[in-house]
């Protein structure tokens, strides 16, 4: 299994560019299920979880082309509606297929998915839309077994809580539903107005993404687009981040700093300070060390729960005293006992953490569990006192393009190791 090794204690400076969204690129990929013709897709990432969903869409009959970070996905015709296991249980995107499926051939068997190893994560939500807009659901050994005996039909759907999974899924299948669906507590993330401005495109009626209420008027039929993945706002951050721990100057292109929400607000708290340019920001740290900074994780615009290890591996070595609470999953402070080897002070109890920050790590051997968690390991490794020895690092490629060469271009120790 590779190893990433990591001297740290450099202060980094240059060019990082942004790679598409791999929380858009996912989902919109899954949309090619629901045209005949060719979506062609620009700026999507190549990480593992988009190779996995490959994958799985080419074993339902998109035929699939491409390089450079161009993708065309084309389902003239859908070759077997049965998601399997293997090819489910590594990424829980991948069980978004279920409700494209359903709408455009009637029947779907998809397994259960699996996903990072950050809590439980159900997908009742999702199967409760789906049930409100007709869809008859049963579940049998690890199978979602679906069928639409009259086609989907347009409901109005509440949501208890704020999930972006369920929100895109019920959006993606409305498209093609008889009538109209009402979404009502709706995710607003950017993602959720990527994947709407590319279903529009295929002439989906969709009005009220990005915000709480989405609505959706049903259509025959969808065509083929071509459509640009919007920049990774969890990659932006994770680099901005990255200065906290570092040092130095790192200018971001091809990004947006307004895609950060709550982020940016916490970030110049910390002590960042970015500036705007036309084609990204630039972001540096204001003093020797952070401030610490209290955050609670939030649906969006509030802080991003894929940001939170982030922010931690910044609050470790910051002045004072910073509290984290984590709303969104259970298990995901995974990371701090990992930046604890490494002479972190972190206390944990149940979604709350309180860091007492240090003046600097020190390089150990750690263990990456998931992948933002990951990150949060080469940020520490990247900011200590010699060698850092990041195991399991096979999680940082399901969503960070070119890790290794993007920050040794700015001047970081990094290389990765094959045993
Ligand atoms: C997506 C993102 C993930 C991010 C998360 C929250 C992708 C591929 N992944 O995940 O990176 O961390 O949003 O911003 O886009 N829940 C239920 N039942 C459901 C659905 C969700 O209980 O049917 C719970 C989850 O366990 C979690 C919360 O709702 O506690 C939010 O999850 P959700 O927003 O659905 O996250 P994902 O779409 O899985």
Same mark, same amino acid.
């Given at each position: 299994?590779?190893?990433?090794?990591?001297?740290?204690?450099?202060?980094?400076?240059?060019?990082?560019?942004?790679?598409?969204? %791999?929380?858009?690129?996912?989902?919109?990929?899954?949309? #090619?299920?629901?045209?005949?013709?060719?979506?062609? =897709?620009?700026?999507?990432?190549?990480?593992?979880?988009?190779?996995?969903? %490959?994958?799985?869409?080419?074993?339902? $009959?998109?035929? *699939?082309?491409?390089?450079? !970070?161009? *993708?065309?996905?084309?389902?003239?015709?859908?070759?077997?509606?049965?998601?399997?296991?293997?090819?489910?249980?590594?990424?829980?995107?991948?069980?978004?297929?279920?409700?494209?499926?359903?709408?455009?051939?009637?029947? #779907?068997?998809?397994?259960?998915? &699996?996903?990072?190893?950050?809590?439980?994560?159900?997908?009742?939500?999702?199967? %409760?839309?789906?049930?409100?807009?007709?869809?008859?659901?049963?579940?049998?050994?690890?199978?979602?077994?679906?069928?639409?005996? !009259?086609?989907?039909? &347009?409901?109005?759907?509440?949501?208890?809580?704020?999930?972006?999974? #369920?929100?895109?899924?019920?959006?993606?299948?409305?498209?093609?539903?008889? &009538?109209?669906?009402? =979404? %009502?507590?709706?995710?607003?993330?950017? +993602?959720?107005?990527? =994947?709407?401005?590319?279903?529009?495109k295929m002439g989906a009626k969709i009005d009220g993404a990005g915000t709480s209420t989405i609505t959706i008027d049903g259509v025959d039929r969808l065509n083929g687009t071509t459509h640009q993945i919007l920049p990774d706002r969890i990659e932006t951050g994770a680099y901005a981040?990255?200065?906290?721990?570092?040092?130095?100057?790192?200018? *971001?292109?091809?990004?947006?700093?307004?895609?950060?929400?709550?982020?940016? $607000?916490?970030?110049?708290?910390?002590?960042?300070?970015?500036?705007?340019?036309?084609?990204?920001?630039?972001?540096?740290?204001?003093?020797?060390?952070?401030?610490?900074?209290?955050?609670?994780?939030?649906?969006?615009?509030?802080?991003?729960?894929?940001?939170?290890?982030?922010?931690?591996?910044?609050?470790?070595?910051? +002045?004072?005293?910073?509290?984290?609470?984590?709303?969104?999953?259970?298990?995901?402070?995974?990371?701090?006992?990992?930046?604890?080897?490494?002479?972190?002070?972190?206390?944990?109890?149940?979604?709350? #953490?309180?860091?007492?920050?240090?003046?600097?790590?020190?390089?150990?051997?750690?263990?990456?569990?998931? *992948?933002?968690?990951?990150?949060?390991?080469?940020?520490?490794g990247l900011g200590a006192e010699g060698q850092t020895m990041i195991n399991r690092v096979y999680h940082l490629y399901r969503g960070f393009e070119r890790l290794e060469q993007k920050l040794s271009n700015c001047g970081a120790l990094i290389k990765r190791v094959s045993e």
């Amino acid at each position: 299994m590779d190893k990433l090794a990591i001297i740290g204690g450099r202060e980094l400076y240059g060019d990082i560019p942004i790679s598409g969204a %791999k929380n858009s690129a996912l989902k919109i990929m899954v949309a #090619a299920l629901l045209t005949d013709e060719p979506l062609a =897709l620009k700026n999507v990432p190549e990480l593992a979880d988009v190779a996995m969903l %490959k994958k799985l869409l080419a074993q339902h $009959g998109v035929q *699939l082309s491409g390089q450079d !970070n161009q *993708l065309t996905l084309h389902t003239k015709n859908i070759t077997s509606t049965i998601a399997p296991y293997d090819l489910v249980r590594k990424m829980r995107a991948s069980f978004n297929v279920l409700g494209p499926l359903l709408a455009r051939e009637g029947n #779907a068997k998809v397994s259960l998915p &699996g996903g990072c190893a950050i809590g439980s994560r159900p997908v009742d939500l999702h199967l %409760k839309a789906l049930t409100a807009m007709g869809a008859q659901i049963d579940l049998e050994d690890g199978y979602v077994i679906a069928s639409t005996p !009259n086609g989907l039909t &347009g409901a109005s759907i509440s949501f208890p809580f704020v999930s972006v999974g #369920a929100t895109e899924h019920t959006m993606m299948a409305a498209c093609l539903a008889k &009538g109209q669906t009402v =979404l %009502k507590n709706a995710a607003r993330e950017p +993602e959720i107005i990527d =994947l709407a401005q590319c279903l529009i495109k295929m002439g989906a009626k969709i009005d009220g993404a990005g915000t709480s209420t989405i609505t959706i008027d049903g259509v025959d039929r969808l065509n083929g687009t071509t459509h640009q993945i919007l920049p990774d706002r969890i990659e932006t951050g994770a680099y901005a981040m990255l200065v906290g721990a570092t040092g130095g100057e790192l200018r *971001l292109r091809d990004t947006d700093i307004t895609l950060l929400g709550a982020a940016q $607000g916490s970030m110049e708290e910390a002590g960042l300070i970015i500036t705007p340019h036309d084609d990204g920001f630039s972001v540096r740290r204001e003093g020797e060390r952070c401030r610490a900074v209290n955050i609670v994780t939030e649906p969006y615009p509030g802080f991003p729960t894929d940001l939170q290890a982030s922010f931690m591996a910044m609050m470790v070595t910051a +002045e004072g005293t910073s509290t984290i609470k984590e709303t969104i999953f259970e298990n995901r402070y995974m990371h701090a006992p990992e930046l604890s080897r490494m002479g972190a002070k972190i206390s944990v109890d149940g979604q709350n #953490a309180t860091v007492t920050g240090v003046s600097r790590l020190k390089g150990a051997p750690v263990m990456a569990t998931d *992948l933002r968690a990951s990150m949060s390991l080469v940020m520490a490794g990247l900011g200590a006192e010699g060698q850092t020895m990041i195991n399991r690092v096979y999680h940082l490629y399901r969503g960070f393009e070119r890790l290794e060469q993007k920050l040794s271009n700015c001047g970081a120790l990094i290389k990765r190791v094959s045993e």
